[in-house]
């Protein structure tokens, strides 16, 4: 379904050749879009990644799979406990281990704590794009407390470390459930303020409506997943489609949207915050309060998986996040595949979607399509 | 909707598919020649439903000699993934490109290409540094190339640093003369 | 345009008239939580093991010797340093500690100007967070190492007293590997082993099923690998780092986890023990395993080695000694002949002294080597020993290691808290006695090993600790005898060394048994010395005191077993054979002089 | 009249006093968003750090003359706005170089440093100060039209081009200023001083996020304290302008303060609960609802006022 | 380290065609001396360090505590730091972590385009010693060898509370006068020169971006 952008005859002179990033404050992350713009219209867009590239997926094969743990969630620096839990879970499937159900709930928690605060950041983010700066600010101190969460369940503000295979690495402490409570309630109450400032202001409307409109027949054709689908109008949600941990025992809503332009990708993310501190509050309420939270391991020294090959995936902030491992019996992992859902959001669809924009909207155009360069790069 | 299994065999009868395995519910793997695998792919998308290319790469075995691509491929209504695996000569590898089937197919292939050194003829710009610049070395995804001693060789590791083996120390510290092994049946 | 957007952005204002979300001193006012993964910390109960170093995924942690450290057995003397330019606080190396000494403090800052500044030795080096209270540490429901012993199939109490079939059964392959699996490698225990076992190598052979790879390990030091594999007193698995936890690994077990799967045909064929004549030619005076380790490998060097044995059976004090519930006959006999396989001559019957002269000995050979062992019984030295129903242990499991009855009826009382006299009571149960064991301080301090004091108690051998035999009577009749014992207190020593038990004179007890066994110890008879050479050779009560290579003042003459070393046990023995192996080796190669 | 020498001695006064009160207005509105964001903010007199510090840095890589001109005329474009608009009235000192024509003169200013600038940063050969100065050119020529139709109003409400004459017309009471006695035009033109002040949502011009910070991309050091210093005199100047024309000018310094930190206030207000617009839009926007209300205050004090 | 090479003649651009070589300057960097007047040097370090801009760019992960660090929860405002989106305006370059060698020559075109005096901050293990990704075939080991760094601040990552003890760290280093990494960079051009094209192996820009 690949069709290239018509091409542009740079020596005409009537094009300007424009790099934004990796030194631009509009990029999300540390990535580079080589544009083409006509006058303040872009008429070719070229993205360039790599410069996070770490090859994580060679540093994978040459280490055991405990040792791959602390790495994994390296890749996706503002979202890493997805790394955490989908490389928990692949090893976890091919190694025959089930982790005990307090450990399933707390993983659940853990995975809903870092979608707020992804999102939070997120949302500071497009406003930050579009000059509302003082929404990043709010959000962002937000995200602060539940890293706070994070420091006080894991141990650490950013990489947590905290998903094990087998299981998790402590209990919650003393007292989190009520921290918790309390610090949802606070985000609460900041996402109402900042519907009232961002969402109900006339200029992000009208900075917003309109842009970056994906039609409902790109989707599958790109590859596109996550909230950016769910604002085409598709109801697809891994949490509903294929439920990993104890997502089929928590009450939410699916949230989609028909416009499937910027203005519907951020309500939808701005809606599923919402959701997402519904089910926080179902998971504190319901979650076992003892019992083991670790399976039985081997000697995690010379760990060995049986041969085998899986792919597993989570819907993270920004659609399908999947691990595929393939294990060949050793100590050692034979191949890690990381699919990251920004690998087609920054890349095709970002090439694709910019073509006839404004240079003014690039930046919040790629942060309506919420993509982390880390993991496209790996 | 078919169950996977049936539908494999369904296929099986106009292409050659192998070694299915099914890995749980909603996942299977199958294996098909190089030569059907676009054909099976467009089949499997615009007959089968299956419309979602989750991503595509590929894994080294380097004592088999070949390189085993994975298409993995996933069935939004039936909810089910298929993992297509096939394989290329390790030397020379190079596979027909989809980039027509899945806009960011192009993109894998751009990896591939750079990690591997498989190319995709007709692939949009395959050939454009990914996520390298100015590389020198062999596709550093390939087994044969050791990062560590590279990394070494390249980027240096900073002085000061020396560890010695517990058992070891122990040894030269608590019975060194415990430790020297006349050849067997030498003089 | 509706109006409400237009106005409801200024709701934004509110937020000026409330308090800001700032922190007013961060630096000072948030320390981290906690569970906070910050910096480490070490204790004083570290004892380098390495396992961190061995699961640091950064390569960040070195094992580094500290200055000033206090040698302590099963404490490599190594301490983790950490380079901070390579850590990234997953705290791994915290989950894995064998000993729980490595934690986390919850300080977090550390800047400098110098990048080659982030090393630091932890709980050697003084960091200012050293006395953090707070900080990570493992939880105790979470491990990444297995605790816990995978249980060997044993008979039961009743069935064991009820013969002399072999009590412990072995692994199977499957425990054996599962057991195998917890090792971490750290190799403390080479040190602590007297023979200095590959123990960590003939492990990991085990957890890989490479047992022909096991067995090469266990013989480069070690000849008696069957026999050890039941009966050694695996000091190693005092130190074991697993001990710190959970239970040590069972390397005892796993060793004959090896030899239980190689057959005894097989061994010359996959050992490819090749014996090359040099032309030389050793003695070597007692088939203990002290004796025949150190022919084993003087054969294995192309020497022709001849063996003096006083008894008909090779096998020293592992064949009279150890009762053959513990080491069956059949498994001695494995390694035995394996030896003499390789062409080691053995003259049974033969006593030095008597039927050979000493000086005949040390001038027909080109070198001599002497390990005969302790086989007179210490005197209890207290009144009325001589009685006839006095016993001596060494003779009791003499006598039914030859198939004798050594009589001791059924009413028994054994005076010791050694493997002898453990092993005396036992055999008396099994003889269908009734044992009561006597022993002057706490049953915690006997030198027996644990396994066979547990076992011993399970046998039904009733364990009376902190009693000190007074005086020995004649009983009502001739067949009997009477013990006086006393309770003693344990009294502290004010010198710092073990606490001293002292006779309480107003508790004492009199008891009647068929018989008293005596096993308190035993000493050495070197009376077939000519004093010649005594003179030349360094003695300590009645025991020789080697030198290097186990070498004595006489040159030519090297000696080992529980006559030359305090620890007198089957593994300390073996090593000197070996270790006296090397000495003549070199000895003869010039290469040591005398 | 006095002599030039004392004329030009006490210009210099005005503009030192403008300059710093500037400088403090930037470091008091900073502080003011900060407290929007819930954040304490910077020291007010922080500018006065960042400029002696950009006055200090020691490398300056040029682009050529014009490059180099580029902040010279910005800052002659603030200080000439400044000489032509008395700051107070009735003040001798404070009086400037007031004239006949002087509001020609200063909007002249106010055009002449936007466009040395212009070429300036155009010659930097940076693709993202051409596209600031674009934008700002397009910008602030839409504003103008508002601006210069509210001009025309109050210059046909008073039939005069002096400051100090329109300012004297608007004493004896507050119900005088041109507020109340002309609203249209105040609105029109507050309309357009959000366009000048570069907050948002007008701030596309130096937009961090689109285009890094616009025309002053290249510039640092010396440049770009000579840019900040025109930013606060020109913000000074800008404000007495405002206040002169539409809020009854001042007499006093105390209400000089009150009055500007009022007036900025507006644009603050405002500035801190939008969002920006594109270029585009917000061209669009000049041209549509402030045009037709200064086209309306034109017609209101044609047929109200002036009859 | 020869402390007189930097006076040597021209920069060779040898990265540069030859038509594209006359677009840019093939002039050396000079070294900063200090104002002759002490106590003016002494007062033009106070203000420097207490007006400290951050060039925005998030070169690794340690970007992701830029953003609670310049946010109300720590508010690092309030210290005289802010974010400039232009190398030409910024003095103090934040090294987030690792530097991949893509990224690598970004910074060193950015750090070379920022304006004198400049420092350099290193955050998280990875500049110091490769870090996580030590055997990583695509990130540099030892940041050192190719920019001066001023100040090293460990942790992975190091949280919004150390980096503000590190920009008072690094204020009172410039305000001792001992920041000088700009001028070691100058004083061992070619020494850091040589380094950085070991491992950029295509060097495509000028030799230094003025």
């Known amino acids: 379904m690949f069709e290239p952008n018509p091409p542009v005859d740079l020596s005409s002179g009537k094009y300007l050749k424009l790099w934004q990033g990796p030194q631009h404050p509009g990029i999300t992350g540390n990535m580079s879009l080589e544009l083409t713009t006509c006058g303040d219209e872009v008429v070719d867009c070229k993205t360039h990644v790599g410069y996070l590239h770490r090859g994580f997926e060679k540093l994978m094969e040459r280490r055991t799979f405990i040792q791959n743990f602390p790495i994994v969630c390296r890749i996706a620096v503002p979202e890493p406990t997805f790394n955490e839990y989908l490389y928990a879970a692949v090893v976890e499937e091919l190694a025959g281990i089930q982790s005990p159900e307090r450990a399933e709930w707390i993983r659940t928690l853990n995975l809903e704590l870092m979608r707020l605060a992804s999102y939070l950041m997120w949302l500071g983010g497009i406003g930050a794009a579009f000059g509302q700066s003082t929404v990043y600010q709010w959000t962002v101190t937000h995200r602060d407390y539940i890293l706070d969460l994070f420091e006080e369940m894991t141990g650490a503000r950013v990489y947590h470390m905290y998903i094990v295979p087998g299981g998790v690495r402590g209990r919650l402490p003393e007292g989190f459930e009520g921290r918790c409570h309390e610090v949802l309630n606070r985000v609460e109450k900041l996402l109402r303020d900042v519907e009232k400032v961002l969402f109900n202001n006339v200029v992000f409307k009208a900075r917003t409506k309109g842009l970056g409109h994906i039609p409902r027949e790109m989707v599958d054709p790109y590859g596109i997943t996550g909230p950016n689908q769910r604002a085409a109008g598709f109801a697809r949600d891994l949490r509903k489609d294929a439920p990993y941990l104890v997502y089929d025992q928590l009450e939410f809503d699916l949230i989609t949207a028909t416009e499937s332009d910027t203005y519907a990708r951020a309500w939808v993310r701005y809606q599923e915050m919402h959701q997402g501190i519904r089910m926080l509050r179902q998971c504190l309420d319901r979650m076992p309060k003892d019992g083991p939270f670790q399976a039985r391991m081997p000697n995690v020294l010379h760990w060995q998986v049986p041969a085998g090959e899986t792919y597993a995936k989570a819907e993270c902030t920004r659609g399908e996040y999947g691990y595929y491992l393939v294990t060949d019996g050793s100590e050692y992992v034979r191949r890690v595949h990381v699919r990251g859902p920004s690998y087609t959001h920054a890349i095709a669809l970002m090439e694709k979607l910019a073509v006839g924009t404004n240079i003014a909207d690039i930046a919040g155009l790629m942060v309506s399509l919420h993509t982390y360069p880390p993991e496209i790069e790996r | 909707m078919a169950n996977p299994i049936e539908l494999l065999q369904r296929f099986g009868k106009n292409f050659a598919i192998s070694e299915i395995h099914e890995q749980k519910a909603d996942l299977t793997f199958f294996k098909v020649p190089k030569e059907q695998a676009v054909r099976l792919l467009r089949e499997l998308r615009d007959d089968a439903g299956y419309t979602h290319l989750a991503f595509l790469t590929n894994i080294d075995w380097i004592e088999k000699g070949i390189f085993t691509l994975t298409y993995m491929l996933h069935n939004y209504d039936a909810r089910h993934s298929l993992g297509m695996h096939v394989d290329l000569e390790r030397d020379n590898a190079e596979m027909q490109s989809i980039h027509g089937l899945w ?40 087994k044969e190339f050791d990062t560590a001693a590279f990394s070494l060789e390249r980027f240096y590791s900073r002085e000061g640093r020396g560890t010695e083996d517990p058992r070891e120390h122990m040894k030269g510290l608590l019975y060194p003369t415990h430790t020297d092994e006349p050849s067997s049946g030498g003089q | 345009m509706s109006l409400k957007d237009l106005i409801s952005p200024f709701y934004v204002w509110q937020r000026a008239f409330e308090k800001p979300y700032t922190q007013k001193r961060p630096i000072e006012d948030r320390p981290g939580a906690p569970r906070y993964r910050g910096f480490h910390m070490n204790s004083e109960d570290c004892i380098g093991c390495g396992t961190c170093e061995t699961i640091c995924q950064n390569h960040a942690i070195d094992m580094v010797p500290v200055e000033g450290l206090e040698q302590r057995s099963g404490d490599s003397g190594l301490r983790p340093r950490f380079d901070y330019g390579r850590c990234c606080w997953c705290a791994l190396c915290v989950d894995i500690c064998t000993t729980r000494s490595l934690r986390m403090s919850n300080h977090y800052a550390w800047i400098t100007e110098d990048p080659d500044a982030f090393h630091f030795t932890a709980g050697t080096d003084a960091m200012p967070w050293n006395q953090n209270s707070l900080g990570y540490r493992r939880d105790d429901d979470y491990h990444l190492l297995v605790h816990e012993r995978i249980d060997m199939q044993a008979l039961g109490a009743e069935e064991s007293v009820a013969g002399f079939d072999e009590v412990m059964k072995g692994y199977t392959e499957e425990q054996a590997v599962l057991e195998a699996d917890r090792c971490v490698e750290c190799g403390i225990c080479v040190a602590t082993c007297p023979a200095h076992m590959a123990i960590p190598d003939y492990i990991r052979a085990v957890r890989q099923r490479d047992y022909e790879a096991g067995l090469r390990l266990l013989y480069e030091t070690n000849p008696f690998s069957s ?10 698995e005092t130190v074991c780092v697993m001990g710190y936890q959970g239970d040590p690994i069972a390397i005892r077990w796993l060793k004959r986890a090896i030899v239980d799967r190689v057959p005894a045909e097989r061994y010359r064929e996959i050992l490819g023990d090749e014996v090359v004549e040099n032309g030389r030619k050793v003695g070597v005076i007692g088939a203990g395993p002290g004796g025949m380790s150190a022919a084993y490998y003087l054969r294995r060097q192309g020497y022709a080695v001849t063996v003096y044995e006083s008894q008909a059976r090779a096998g020293g004090m592992l064949r009279y000694g150890v009762p053959s519930y513990r080491l069956p006959d059949d498994q001695l006999d494995k390694d035995l002949e394996y030896i003499r ?13 008597r039927d050979v002269p000493f000086r005949q000995l040390i001038e027909d050979y080109d070198a001599l080597f002497l390990a005969v062992g302790l086989n007179q019984p210490s005197a209890l030295r207290i009144q009325g020993e001589e009685h006839p129903r006095v016993l001596s242990g060494l003779q009791v499991l003499d006598d039914v290691a030859s198939g004798r009855d050594p009589g001791v009826g059924s009413k028994v009382a054994v005076i010791g808290g050694g493997n002898v006299a453990m092993d005396a009571a036992r055999v008396s149960r099994r003889l269908g006695a009734d044992v009561t064991v006597l022993y002057r301080r706490r049953i915690e301090d006997m030198p027996a090993d644990p396994e066979e004091i547990h076992e011993s108690q399970a046998e039904g051998c009733k364990l009376v600790q902190q009693a000190i035999p007074v005086e020995i009577k004649n009983a009502a009749s001739t067949s009997q005898v009477t013990i006086v014992w006393g309770e003693a207190e344990m009294i502290a020593d004010d010198k710092g060394g073990r606490p001293r038990p002292v006779l309480q004179e107003d508790r004492m007890h009199e008891e009647t048994y068929d018989c008293i066994i005596a096993a308190i110890g035993q000493g050495g008879q070197l009376d077939f010395i000519p004093a010649e050479y005594r003179d030349r050779i360094e003695f300590k009560w009645n025991k020789f005191v080697p030198g290097e290579y186990q070498q004595t003042g006489l040159p030519k003459l090297f000696v080992g077993g529980d006559i030359a070393n305090s620890r007198a046990d089957a593994i300390s023995a073996i090593e000197d054979g070996h270790h006296a192996a090397r000495g003549i080796h070199r000895f003869l190669t010039g290469t040591l002089d005398g | 009249m006095q002599d030039w020498p004392v004329r030009i001695g006490y210009f210099l006064i005005n503009l030192t006093i403008v300059g710093l009160y500037g400088m403090l207005l930037s470091g008091i509105v900073a502080r003011t968003l900060a407290k929007v964001q819930g954040r304490i903010g910077i020291p007010v007199y922080q500018p006065f750090i960042d400029l002696l510090k950009n006055l200090g840095k020691r490398t300056a890589v040029s682009h050529g003359a014009m490059f180099y001109l580029g902040p010279v005329f910005r800052l002659a474009g603030g200080i000439g706005t400044l000489a032509f608009v008395p700051v107070l009235y009735g003040s001798e000192m404070f009086s400037n170089f007031n004239s006949a024509g002087d509001l020609l003169l200063a909007m002249y200013f106010m055009f002449f440093g936007q466009l040395g600038m212009a070429i300036g940063a155009g010659e930097s050969g940076h693709p993202f100060s051409a596209i600031g100065v674009a934008r700002g050119l397009g910008q602030m020529t839409a504003y103008e039209v508002p601006f210069a139709l509210a001009i025309i109003a109050i210059v046909v409400q008073y039939g005069s081009l002096s400051i100090n004459d329109i300012v004297a017309a608007q004493q004896g009471g507050i119900l005088n200023w041109t507020l109340f006695t ?99 839009q917000s061209i669009r926007f000049f041209l549509r609802y402030p045009t037709l209300i200064g086209i309306a205050a034109i017609g209101y004090t044609q047929a109200v006022l002036l009859p | 380290m020869d402390t007189q090479k ?39 370090n106070w203000v420097r360090a207490n007006s400290l801009w951050l060039l925005a760019f998030g070169t690794g992960c340690g970007a992701v505590e830029l953003n609670p660090l310049m946010t109300a929860r720590f508010d690092a405002y309030r210290m005289g730091v802010q974010m400039r989106p232009t190398p030409r305006q910024s003095s103090v370059f934040i090294i987030g972590g690792y530097a991949s060698v893509k990224t690598l020559k970004r910074i060193i075109r950015s750090y070379e385009q920022m304006q004198g005096p400049k420092f350099v901050v290193c955050l998280g293990i990875c500049p110091i010693n490769g870090g996580m990704y030590w055997d990583s075939y695509n990130t540099v080991n030892k940041f050192d060898e190719y920019l001066p760094v001023d100040l090293y601040i460990t942790g992975c990552m190091p949280r919004p509370e150390v980096l503000m003890a590190g920009v008072l760290e690094l204020k009172k280093k410039i305000m001792e006068g001992r920041a000088d990494g700009a001028n070691r960079y100058v004083e061992n051009f070619d020494w850091y020169k040589a380094n950085q094209k070991r491992v950029i192996k295509d060097w495509n820009m000028p030799d230094y971006n003025w």
Request: proline share 8%.
């Open chain 5, 6 to 44: 930097y006076a040597l003649g021209p920069l060779l651009n040898e990265g540069l065609s030859a038509e594209d070589r006359d677009l840019f300057s093939d002039a050396r960097p000079v070294p900063y001396e200090p104002y002759p007047v002490a106590v003016v040097e002494k007062f033009v």
């Open chain 2, 103 to 142: 806009a960011q197919a192009a993109t894998y292939q751009r990896e591939l290409r750079e990690m591997y050194g498989i190319r995709f003829p007709g692939s949009p710009r395959l050939d454009e540094d990914f996520c390298l610049e100015g590389w020198d070395q062999i596709p550093p995804m390939r």
């Open chain 3, 341 to 353: 396989s390789l062409g080691v001559e053995v003259k049974f019957n033969t006593h030095i002294g």
């Open chain 4, 182 to 280: 002309n609203p249209l035009a105040v609105i029109a033109a507050m309309i357009a001083f959000l366009g000048m002040t570069g907050y948002s949502p007008f701030d596309v011009t130096m937009a961090p996020n689109e285009i890094p910070i616009g025309p002053p991309t290249e510039y640092h050091s010396s440049y770009l304290a000579m840019m900040t210093m025109n930013r606060a005199v020109f913000a000074g100047a800008k404000l007495i302008l405002f206040m002169d024309l539409f809020f009854g000018g001042a007499t006093n310094l105390v209400e000089l303060v009150i009055k500007t930190w009022a007036i900025y206030m507006v644009a603050v207000v405002v500035g801190a609960a939008f969002p920006r617009f594109r270029v585009d």
């Open chain 3, 227 to 236: 026999t050890c594999g039941r009966i050694c007193t695996h000091r190693c």
